[in-house]
């Protein structure tokens, strides 16, 4: 049996991507849709008074206007549910206001033009009360949650802290903030909805299709049978489009009354408001170490925003717990509960901004030491779970550490900041660690074999340009023993096999695991001489006790060198690698994109992005992707991925863990420190930019 | 690699857009071909519509559109290529890049009516048959994209950026402008620079971009 699982192979669903053959939400044309535009609140808090859109129904073309005076009724909202995305979601259910942004008239006409004009001409005035915006004076509203998002303690303790900050050798205690973000994936919220006779298919761009089933049946209060959601193809989620929004309620709804195609777009600038973002956050940073950089106490507390419209309190510094020893300890995560959009899972919620935080904190503890930050690290290496006492499944952070230290050069690095000047640019180089929970859920596929030589995969799983569809192909061909192009991959369909989608990177591994179950029961009854042709095998994945028995985390270790201009204190990243280990690689090739891909999100969350928050509005700012800075071409020279050969037998049958988030956990600290090994500049208030350099530069 | 001393967008707080359309032929009457393809679905006839004829991809459309239609939708909604995507709508991000007489251009931010007469070129048009153009190919073995939401207008912006460079149009980066610009890396990022990639495939990109080019302008 020859190898493929792990191969870099091409994306299978590569020819359809560059040829523009494959379809997104927004794409599905077959049945020519009419066009849906939504209005939306220019209030944060309050109710509506009135609306006129007796302008709207005049116009040319238009078919329908809903607002809460006229839409359709739904099922109601419900504030809890074992499963958040699979919530009715009613739109257009009430007068009253709870964030700038939300959704507050639907317009459907003929043409896209008609309709975005006719919702423009909506005229909404407001009864205007007074919402709370401001994270860090909230006041009453400021709680100390029991749980964080996934149910994990938002806090824990160990020892005394505080004792051993004051009788540590050194200490470090720092406060850190981290900038409202979006995902501003490339392809905005979409949903093409077909009604026909007494069944709907959304077609919608969605990362979770079974949570989008249950979730469109239910506020539509449709039999779930008479209910299909489709997503073949999915524009980036990024945790974005866990959830389903009013694009996609709005769209059923609509096909549904008007008995034809509806497709309902949110524009570039409704996403900031009308979908989930990364709230803001305000850490502090508490670590005490003997003068032999042994650390004595780790404490990281967090403040971040939640939403009155809905609760989510995004893990900060659950990491933490488990990323170095030390025997006194402390966390704890705090929200402010404000009157905003409503913060949600954005690429590794959690560790993707604990870790700017707690990275950068330990490399502030390196310079008070005088030590070498690779060496700090060595030197904390726990030896099992620091506070829940169990053995780690795997973990080589050590490995990482050292191995991209030989292959980056660390060596040549002069601990002195500004030491190493070359021309026009103070040059630096950074170091730190990556650690990302590893999670499995339950999972179940299909394989049949629709020749003797040919099988087809089916799943609900969707492939967001993680890969799925490449490493399926994989799974089935090794196991089966058939080519790779013999394997057809259908995903994105919520009348296949039940899957947890695509978040949290669990989904390679869940549906992997499931899908090499199916092939293996298949190959079994095919070697007994059953079939071939058309037998089908069902197979599943599900958490076993090793997810109780063991602490499974990813890790890696990033090394970044930037240079900051000595005259105007603009950074530029000037080469970057990273080495992890993940388990096993299911296919080199796509897994170093998502690595690579989740590191430029952290130089991101380091240099660039940002939501600024207008305080007197309730309403963010940069709400086109000419404000919202990403990185573009210009931006990034030469980031490398590497990952070490490992299986992990306790996280799955594959042995694999997810790679989508891994990337960016710790990146942007890497970053954040090579900016001060270059210039002396200690930025503590993400993103890093000239504004906060140059006072050090002076 | 070193890097040059330049100041980015960033610091100038300004947004790099893909290259703008110059020297727009005039509009004129154009006779009606013979061949004309009918639309997936005629548009309903407001009484301000216009009519109009697209050339793309070598194929005549005859259209009668809402004035306000963008190429970008009149491509996506009423000729059905949907290949072409929307990601703003604001010529902020590039997905929506198609060749317009061998040039780059975002569709978004050109109307359909203003696009008489050119010839019109999209991501379906680039391939002969079913043999992929060599900048398919090359970002097919590059990996290079993920979601492959940007990756249309990667495309047709890196094949237009091809023929600048064949052409000598220098750039930002370009140190000698009197002599013939390479595809060069430094040249690559600055030149892509409008067209955005949020699965931040940027490297393996230019690594496409570069295979493919290799050759073209020397
Ligand atoms: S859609 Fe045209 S530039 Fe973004
Ligand atoms: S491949 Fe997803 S945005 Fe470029």
């Keep these: 049996m020859a190898t493929v699982i792990g191969m870099p192979i091409d994306r299978i669903d590569g020819p359809a991507k560059v040829t523009g053959k494959a379809i997104y939400a927004a794409d599905v044309g077959a049945d020519k849709p009419v066009f849906g535009a939504i209005a939306t609140a220019t209030i944060a808090y309050g109710s509506i008074k009135s609306i006129d859109a007796s302008e709207a129904r005049r116009q040319p073309g238009v078919l329908l206007v809903w607002t809460h005076e006229n839409a359709p009724a739904q099922a109601p909202w419900v504030p809890k549910a074992e499963d958040p995305f699979a919530r009715p979601k009613p739109q257009l259910d009430s007068k009253k206001i709870q964030y700038y942004g939300q959704p507050v008239a639907l317009v459907v006409a003929t043409t896209f033009e008609a309709a975005r004009e006719a919702a423009a001409l909506i005229d909404v005035t407001y009864e205007k009360g007074e919402g709370v915006f401001d994270l860090e004076n909230a006041g009453k509203d400021t709680k100390t949650p029991k749980q964080d998002n996934v149910g994990k303690p938002a806090a824990s303790k160990v020892g005394d802290v505080d004792m051993a900050m004051r009788t540590g050798f050194v200490s470090v205690d720092e406060t850190y903030k981290t900038p409202y973000q979006n995902h501003n994936q490339m392809e905005p919220h979409a949903s093409t909805a077909i009604w026909d006779g007494d069944k709907l298919t959304v077609h919608c761009a969605v990362q979770l299709v079974e949570s989008a089933h249950a979730c469109i049946a239910t506020t539509l209060k449709l039999p779930p049978e008479k209910v299909e959601i489709v997503a073949e193809f999915i524009g980036g989620g990024f945790g974005g489009k866990l959830p389903v929004y009013g694009d996609a309620i709005l769209a059923g709804l609509a096909a549904r009354e008007l008995k034809r195609p509806v497709r309902v777009v949110l524009t570039r600038q409704q996403m900031a408001h009308v979908t989930t973002h990364r709230g803001a956050s305000v850490q502090r940073v508490r670590l005490a170490a003997q003068r032999d950089g042994t650390l004595t106490a780790i404490a990281h507390e967090s403040l971040a925003q939640t939403a009155r419209a809905d609760d989510f309190v995004e893990p900060i510094v659950a990491s933490t717990r488990s990323l170095y020893a030390a025997p006194n300890r402390f966390t704890q995560q705090r929200t402010a509960v404000l009157d905003l959009p409503i913060p949600g899972s954005m690429r590794a919620p959690g560790e993707a901004i604990g870790l700017l935080a707690l990275e950068q904190a330990i490399d502030e503890l390196a310079v008070k030491l005088d030590m070498d930050p690779i060496a700090l690290r060595l030197k904390n290496e726990p030896k099992d779970d620091p506070e829940k006492h169990i053995p780690f499944s795997t973990r080589n952070l050590v490995a990482c550490l050292q191995q991209g230290a030989d292959r980056f050069g660390w060596n040549k690095r002069n601990p002195k900041p500004g030491a190493n000047r070359q021309g026009q640019w103070l040059v630096g180089m950074g170091v730190a660690a990556a650690i990302r929970g590893n999670f499995l859920r339950k999972a179940e596929a299909k394989v049949t074999m629709t020749s003797a030589k040919t099988a087809t995969v089916e799943m609900d799983m969707t492939d967001i340009g993680t890969g799925s569809y490449t490493i399926f192909a994989q799974i089935a061909a090794e196991t089966l023993d058939i080519p790779v192009e013999a394997v057809t991959v259908k995903l994105g369909h919520s009348s296949y096999p039940d899957t947890p989608g695509s978040g949290g990177s669990f989904g390679a591994s869940s549906c992997g695991a499931a899908l090499l179950d199916a092939c293996q029961k298949l190959k079994a009854r095919l070697d007994k001489g059953e079939g071939p042709q058309g037998l089908t095998a069902m197979g599943k994945a599900a958490p076993g006790d090793d997810y109780k028995k063991y602490a499974q985390f990813a890790y890696g270790a990033h090394f970044a060198e930037v240079g900051v201009d000595a005259d105007t204190g603009e950074v530029r990243l000037r080469r970057m690698l990273g080495v992890f280990d993940a388990g096993r690689i299911l296919n080199a090739k796509t897994a170093r994109s998502q690595l690579i891909g989740g590191m430029i999100w952290g130089v991101s969350s380091a240099l660039y992005e940002e939501q600024p928050l207008d305080l007197r509005f309730g309403s963010f700012m940069s709400v086109d992707l000419a404000n919202y800075h990403v990185p573009v071409h210009a931006d990034i020279p030469s980031v490398e991925a590497a990952t070490l050969k490992e299986f992990d037998r306790h996280a799955n049958a594959l042995g694999s863990k997810g790679v989508g988030e891994l990337g960016i956990c710790g990146a942007g600290a890497a970053v954040a420190n090579a900016v001060y090994n270059a210039c002396g500049a200690r930025v503590r208030e993400y993103p890093i930019t000239v504004d906060k350099i140059l006072p050090a530069l002076s | ?218």
Aim: charged residues 20%; hydrophobic residues 40%.
């Design chain 2, 1 to 218: 690699m070193p890097q040059k001393h330049l100041l980015t967008r960033r610091l100038l707080g300004t947004t790099a857009v893909a290259t703008a359309m110059t020297g727009v032929a005039a509009r004129a009457q154009i006779p009606q071909p013979k061949d004309v393809q009918t639309a997936i679905a005629p548009a309903p006839s407001f009484p301000g519509n216009l009519d109009m004829n697209l050339d793309v991809n070598g194929r005549q459309h005859r259209l009668s559109l809402d004035p306000r239609t963008t190429l970008l939708d009149a491509l996506r909604d009423h000729l059905g290529l949907t290949g072409t995507k929307k990601g703003c709508d604001h010529g902020q991000c590039g997905a929506c890049t198609v060749l317009i007489n061998g040039v780059r251009m975002n569709s978004c931010l050109s109307l359909a009516a203003s696009r008489e007469g050119d010839k019109i070129v999209t991501i379906e048009g680039l391939a002969d048959g079913e043999k992929l153009h060599p900048m398919q190919t090359s970002f097919v073995h590059a990996d290079a994209f993920q979601c492959g939401f940007c990756t249309p207008g990667q495309i047709c912006s890196a094949v237009g950026m091809a023929n600048e460079l064949k052409r000598g149009v220098p750039s930002a980066v370009t140190i000698d402008v009197a002599a013939a610009p390479t595809a060069s890396v430094d040249e690559v990022r600055e030149r892509m620079s409008g067209n955005i990639c949020r699965c931040s495939a940027y490297p393996n990109i230019v690594a496409a971009i570069l295979a493919a080019t290799e050759g073209v302008t020397k």
